[in-house]
């Protein structure tokens, strides 16, 4: 059974990028029949905050994404330790003492001569005594992961296709603070590995750790998971911009968006198969393949998204919008209006256009021709299509048609030159309200 997950660091809002990679781990469970998991990536407890948590969990059920689980990695410190001993004591882990600056320094020599800035691992060949004599000058170590040189790296993705890394020209990875807190590397190879996960969908900028994270599933005896590394989401001018890094649910609920229109685009921009209008997140997710997902930056276009957005608005059903609606406004105004809109919101602009008052320009020119619509108005059968009963009747008695017939009945009646048809908004102006507006 497949089974994903989405793995976020509760450190921020999530943005349409961390949106984005949800959407495809719960999109691939959701086509192959398999189980989603949230898991909370919260190891760095200084910069981790419960509001980011709650925060995340109410942006995926906004969206619609629901999760078989949910796990947290601040609960797992005692496997960790474990696997981590383990580890240690197979010889896939070693002290470092070096600081930062120490660091520093060695990688500007390297690059100074020409040569990449690969950890030298002076530290796995310090002596015991050495070690014993930084310890007791009151040095602690940091701790490495040593990655095995004679096992070439190689994994075929989802979207990449073959992928190939040379563990000797990597530096061993940190995977342990002096503090004894966790980096990220490790514990979500132990998650992955203990959660049973298949399948790991996640950026691009991700790559470099899939390579040693391989290498550290196969030191814990556990064949990797496949891996899907999906390109990066720029704007729509084509570069990575802040203002796309920073945007969030709250921005596109604010705009109006609808969850459905978000999927839409998310779950199809950067992919061979069209943006479409599809409403339905399983539909969308039955189509996913990760064969038409291209290696280019997904370009996300915030007015492609309102585009969008206005489609999925048509669709709606009343139930789904009721509770969003003007008091009093129905199914039957809900359907007459929701043409015309854009966003759920604009639908109590036709509200109010319907219950009245309207303002109209001036209309003084047509007030003839008014006066007669208003006369007909009071005399037309109102039960049975009212507006074709009232057209029909003032184009006998007027001779006029086309634009001139109906434009000035439109602006008295609704205060605008375009909107719902007619036929639909005049029954629910009503008779009064309808011979009152002509009248004025
Ligand atoms: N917490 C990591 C991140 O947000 C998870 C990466 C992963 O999917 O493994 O980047």
């Known amino acids: 059974m497949v089974i994903t997950r989405f793995a976020p660091s509760p450190t921020g809002h999530m943005h349409v990028g961390n949106l984005r990679t949800a959407l495809h781990n719960w999109m691939w469970a959701r086509k192959q029949g398999g189980r989603f998991l949230l898991r909370i990536d919260d190891t760095d407890a200084e910069r981790s905050r419960e509001e980011f948590v709650d925060g995340i969990r109410a942006d995926l059920d906004w969206l619609g994404l629901g999760y078989d689980g949910e796990e947290r990695q601040s609960a797992r410190f005692d496997r960790y330790e474990a696997q981590f001993q383990a580890l240690r004591e197979a010889g896939r882990v070693y002290p470092a003492y070096e600081t930062p600056q120490e660091l520093d320094l060695k990688r500007k020599v390297l690059l100074g001569r020409g040569l990449p800035p690969v950890y030298d691992r002076a530290a796995l060949h310090l002596t015991d005594d050495a070690r014993a004599a930084l310890e007791a000058g009151g040095r602690r170590p940091h701790w490495r992961f040593r990655l095995n040189h004679d096992a070439p790296i190689g994994w075929t993705d989802h979207i990449r296709g073959e992928q190939r890394f040379d563990p000797s020209r990597m530096s061993d990875p940190v995977i342990r603070r002096e503090d004894g807190s966790w980096l990220y590397l490790l514990p979500s190879v132990i998650d992955d590995i203990d959660m049973g996960i298949t399948d790991v969908v996640r950026g691009e900028d991700h790559v470099s750790n899939t390579a040693v994270q391989i290498q550290m599933f196969e ?99 009343y139930d789904r919008v009721a509770d969003r609606l003007p008091s009093g406004m129905g199914g039957e ?86 909107g719902p048809d007619m036929a639909a908004l005049l029954p629910l102006i009503g008779r009064e309200r309808a011979i009152e507006r002509l009248s004025a």
């Open 333 to 418: 105004a809900w359907e007459t209006v929701r043409p015309n809109l854009s966003t759920v919101r604009e639908s109590a602009d036709w509200w109010r256009i319907i219950e009245g008052p309207v303002e109209t320009g001036d209309l003084s020119e047509e007030n003839e021709y008014l006066e007669i619509a208003a006369e007909v108005a009071s005399e037309i059968d109102w039960s049975d299509d009212p507006w074709h009963a009232l057209t029909g009747a003032l184009k006998e008695r007027t001779g006029r048609k086309g634009r001139a017939l109906f434009l000035p009945l439109r602006r008295a009646l609704t205060g605008l030159d375009h």
């Open 219 to 317: 030191a814990l005896g556990a064949t990797p998971p496949a891996f899907a590394h999906e390109a990066l989401l720029t704007g729509s001018e084509g570069k990575l911009s802040k203002r796309l890094g920073s945007l969030g649910i709250a921005h596109f609920r604010e705009a109006g968006i609808e969850p459905q229109a978000l999927v839409a685009l998310l779950a199809r921009i950067g992919t061979s198969d069209p943006v479409e209008p599809e409403p339905d997140a399983g539909r969308l997710a039955a189509t996913m393949d990760f064969a038409r997902f291209g290696r280019a930056p997904a370009r996300f276009d915030e007015s492609e998204l309102a585009t969008l957005n206005a489609k999925i608005v048509h669709q709606l059903p």
